[in-house]
Structure formats: C-alpha cells, structure tokens
T-cell receptor
C-alpha cells in the first residue's frame, strides 16, 4: 500500500534558525496537504499542493511539491516560538481507491 | 460555522469492554474520516464515510467499526478493547471528496 515517509522525526532549533521537513511518497500523489498540530491540540490544515513543481508561500512558510509529485517539503524561515508543534504531510493517492495517508510528522521545538 | 465536535473528550475503559465515540461534522460536510493517533504510529486512517456509506477503510481489525447517519453525524465503535487501543481518536470532516480535513478536538481513550 501507499506509504508516506517524513523526516526528520524531531527537530530542535534556536529561535531565528530555519527549519525544513521532507515528505516522500512511495506512489505518485494527486495532491499533498500539510497540517500543523500544536502540543495538546488537533491537526490544523495549512495548505494543499496539487500541481507538479508547485511552490506556495505563507508568510515565513514555503511549501514545495516535487516534479514527480512524489515528494514535498515545508521550509520555515527564521523560526519563532509560535512555530512549535508537529508538522504532518498527507498524500492523497488517486484512482478508484483514493486514500489520504499521513506521514508520521516532524516535531519542531524552538528554543527562545 | 461551528467546527467539528467530538464526544466524549475523555474516556477510561477496561480491557474487554466496548466503546462508542461520536463525531458531528461541520455543517454541510458530507465526508467524515476517523483516525487513530498514538505516539509511536502517528496518525493512522481508520475509515471514511460519505452519505452513510463506508467509502474507504484502513488496515484495522474488525473490532473497529463505524457508521454515518443521514445528518452526516458519525459514530465509531471499538469492541473487545485491548490495551493497545489507548490513543487519541480524531474525527475529520470534509465537503465531499477527501479534500481538506477539518479535525475535531479528539477523544482521548485510555484502556486499563
């Protein structure tokens, strides 16, 4: 079945440093979604990428979808303490049995 | 619009018992998905319902079942509880096809 691998599992940074998490799928995706879960909270949708090679920005966050639509990345510039949380990617496979598969997430902690 | 609501928020059960969790999606959303979240396994897809029909299913044993009512509200049932079923159970709704997932706060189930 479809697998979505996400690395790293954990990342600790000093406030102001950059952060990147990577997501790789075993199959070609219809789209990829990114979510953020704050400690003690529930996942909250951040963005969806659909097109091959797509790049989207949300303030300090930059999301990329690979040319082959099998990988994606989330980059945060100049992290802040408010960025703390677990970032999940979720890949949607196509076909008649479409399914949304989540990566295991990257837990980001930021030292002020 | 009100968000996704889940009841109860916390549950403590003992092995062998059964449990029913409830989820009310965002008004107008017809798709409801259920996920199990544990520290070791991350977010794992249980099943998805659309218009009262199970449209997709993850790799969980038959002890895990669900249903959806005509008003899109959904319930999830776990029978013969095991210690390993302790987890945060998240419900998510979306408009139609599996698009953006709007998560509820979750039900924290502890099996003793």
């Amino acid at each position: 079945g479809q697998q979505v691998m996400q690395i790293p599992q954990y990342q600790h940074v000093q406030e102001g440093e950059d952060f990147t998490t990577y997501c790789n799928s075993s199959t070609t995706l219809s789209n990829i979604q990114w979510y953020k879960q704050r400690p003690g909270g529930h996942p909250v949708f951040l963005i969806q990428l659909v097109k091959s090679g797509e790049v989207k920005k949300q303030k300090r966050l930059t999301f990329q979808f690979g040319e082959a639509k099998k990988n994606s990345s989330l980059h945060i510039t100049a992290t802040q303490t408010t960025d703390v949380g677990t970032y999940f990617c979720a890949g949607l496979s196509g076909g008649s049995n479409y399914k949304l598969t989540f990566g295991k997430g990257t837990l980001l902690t930021v030292n002020p | 619009k009100a968000g996704v609501t889940q009841t109860p928020r916390y549950l403590i059960k003992t092995r062998g018992q059964q449990v029913t969790l409830s989820c009310s999606p965002i008004s107008g959303h017809r798709s409801v998905s259920w996920y199990q979240q544990t520290p070791g396994q991350g977010l794992q897809f249980l099943f998805e319902y659309f218009s009262e029909t199970q449209r997709n299913k993850g790799n969980f044993p038959g002890r895990f079942s669900g249903r959806q009512f005509s008003n899109s509200r959904s319930e999830m049932n776990v029978s013969t509880l095991e210690l390993g079923d302790s987890a945060l159970y998240l419900c998510a709704s979306s408009l139609g096809d599996i698009g953006t997932q709007y998560f509820g706060p979750g039900t924290r189930l502890t099996v003793l």
